[in-house]
C-alpha cells in the first residue's frame, strides 16, 4: 500500500467533495445539531447573550447551508462565521450577511487570521483530512478560553505502525484533557489546548473504503514517536 501525501491528497476524488455535507441544516433531521450531539443554535444564542461577539469556525463546511441559516437567524447581531472547505461548493448567500465568510483552502496548512473561537465544528470532515490528528491538535489551539470544539471522528480510519491504533490514541486524547465517545464517534475539546501528541504522521491512504458513514473515506497512518 502506497501512501499519499496530503497535497497530493487534496486531488483525490475521495477528498475533494463535499458530498457528506451538501444538505445538511442548522438543526433538525439532517442537521449540525443532530450530528453534532448539541444544539448549535441555543449554544450560539447564549454566548450572544453575554453581550460581545461570538466567533464559529466550521471546518469542511461543504456548501455551507447550516452557516447561512444561522447567519439569517442571528442577522444583525455581533455574530460572526467562518466556513472552509477544499471544494468551492458553496451555496448562495443572501445579501446583508455581514458577519458570515466562506474561504476555500486545504486544511493541511490553513490557519485562521485570528483565534479565540466560541465554537469550532467539523462535522463529517476529519474523514477526508490526511493528519486528522495534526489537525484536531491545531484546531484546539484556535479556541477562546472557555470556546468548544466538537467534531466527529472516526478511531477505525486512524492506523498505527505498532498496531492497537484506536485504544492507543483515544487514551492520548484523554490525556490531552480532550473527550472522545466511541460510540457516537464524536470528539470534543473544552477551552483552548495546546496539544502534543507522540504521534508523527506518515501519509494517508484514501483507498481505504466506507467508514461507519457508508461513505469513502481516508484512512490516517502515523508511528509513536
Aim: proline share 3%; charged share 25%.
Amino acid at each position: 500500500m502506497e501512501l499519499q501525501r496530503d497535497e497530493i491528497l487534496d486531488e483525490s476524488p475521495v477528498v475533494a467533495n463535499n458530498a457528506m455535507n451538501r444538505e445538511r441544516e442548522l438543526e433538525g433531521g439532517n442537521s449540525y445539531s443532530r450530528d453534532l450531539g448539541l444544539s448549535v443554535g441555543e449554544l450560539l444564542a447564549q454566548r450572544l447573550e453575554r453581550g460581545h461577539a461570538v466567533r464559529w469556525l466550521d471546518l469542511c463546511c461543504g456548501s455551507g447551508r447550516a452557516l447561512i441559516q444561522a447567519a439569517e437567524r442571528f442577522r444583525n447581531q455581533e455574530l460572526e462565521i467562518l466556513g472552509v472547505d477544499l471544494v468551492d461548493f458553496f451555496a448562495p448567500r443572501p445579501a446583508g450577511l455581514l458577519g458570515l465568510r466562506f474561504a476555500v483552502a486545504s486544511l493541511r496548512e490553513w490557519e485562521p487570521a485570528e483565534s479565540d473561537f466560541d465554537l469550532v465544528t467539523c462535522v463529517h470532515g476529519l474523514h477526508y483530512v490526511g493528519d486528522k490528528l495534526g489537525l484536531i491538535a491545531r484546531a484546539c489551539s484556535w479556541l477562546a478560553e472557555d470556546g468548544l470544539l466538537v467534531a466527529n471522528l472516526d478511531l477505525a480510519q486512524v492506523v498505527l505502525r505498532e498496531g492497537s491504533a484506536a485504544r492507543r490514541v483515544s487514551q492520548v486524547l484523554r490525556a490531552q484533557g480532550l473527550h472522545y465517545d466511541r460510540r457516537k464517534h464524536l470528539l470534543r475539546c473544552e477551552g483552548r489546548r495546546e496539544i502534543e501528541l507522540p504521534f508523527t504522521y506518515l501519509g494517508a491512504d484514501d483507498q481505504a473504503g466506507p467508514n461507519y458513514t457508508g461513505q469513502p473515506a481516508v484512512a490516517s497512518h502515523y508511528e509513536i514517536r
